[in-house]
């Protein structure tokens, strides 16, 4: 992990480890230090049972990627949040213990794409504050811009089938959800990808 990562503490719920893309690129700017990400056993199984559920045939791969996650984000994991739970209101209780995680950890964000389920009013006492992936990832793209851009360029040299040029990678961030990080990189910062 880089050597950054003291900045903030992000909750990241299931359905931003859901899409492949989103989940890589959050874990790749968590990795470079760009943000300290935070997760519990209960969000891993959420986002590997409904992958699971939408695409059994993948059960060695998903299972891989959270042993990984484990394994390489050892600190990521939180506990000990389950006393807190009782005391919270969200419009869906199942996701109290997102929150009770949150507060257990002292996050800044919780990062999620069902900010519905999230309103505001609910996270003030907390110091919290519900960002979408998108935006988050933007907003960090443009915290710490060379940086991102390294994260961006390395990606882009990972990924080979299909390989992408840097106006593929801005088309792919864009049909996987992620326009306003697609913007931040489109166009005056293709010269970080050479």
Same mark, same amino acid.
């Given at each position: 992990m880089g050597s950054v990562a003291g900045r903030f503490v992000v909750l990241l719920d299931a359905n931003v480890l859901y899409p492949f893309r989103k989940r890589?690129?959050?874990?790749?700017?968590?990795? +470079?230090g760009l943000f300290q990400a935070r997760w519990t056993e209960r969000i891993l199984d959420e986002w590997t049972g409904n992958l699971l559920k939408a695409r059994p045939d993948c059960e060695a791969s998903v299972? +891989? !990627? !959270?042993?990984? *996650?484990?394994?390489?984000?050892?600190?990521?994991?939180?506990?000990?949040?389950?006393?807190?739970?009782a005391?919270?209101?969200?419009?869906?209780?199942?996701?109290?213990?997102?929150?009770?995680?949150?507060? #257990?950890?002292?996050?800044q964000h919780i990062v999620? %794409?069902? *900010? #519905? %389920?999230?309103? !505001?009013p609910k996270l003030n006492p907390f110091g919290i504050e519900a960002t979408e992936a998108d935006a988050f990832l933007a907003r960090i793209f443009d915290l710490y811009t060379a940086e991102a851009m390294t994260v961006l360029r390395n990606l882009r040299s990972?990924?080979?089938n299909p390989p992408y040029s840097p106006s593929g990678l801005v088309r792919d961030l864009t049909a996987k959800g992620m326009p306003k990080l697609a913007a931040r990189v489109s166009p005056t910062n293709f010269l970080y990808f050479l």
């Open positions: 890589d690129l959050l874990l790749r700017f968590y990795d +470079a299972h +891989a !990627q !959270q042993k990984k *996650m484990r394994e390489v984000f050892p600190e990521a994991l939180v506990s000990g949040f389950e006393h807190l739970e005391g919270l209101s969200l419009p869906d209780p199942n996701d109290k213990h997102v929150l009770a995680a949150a507060i #257990q950890c002292g996050a999620t %794409d069902n *900010m #519905q %389920d999230f309103p !505001q990972h990924y080979s």
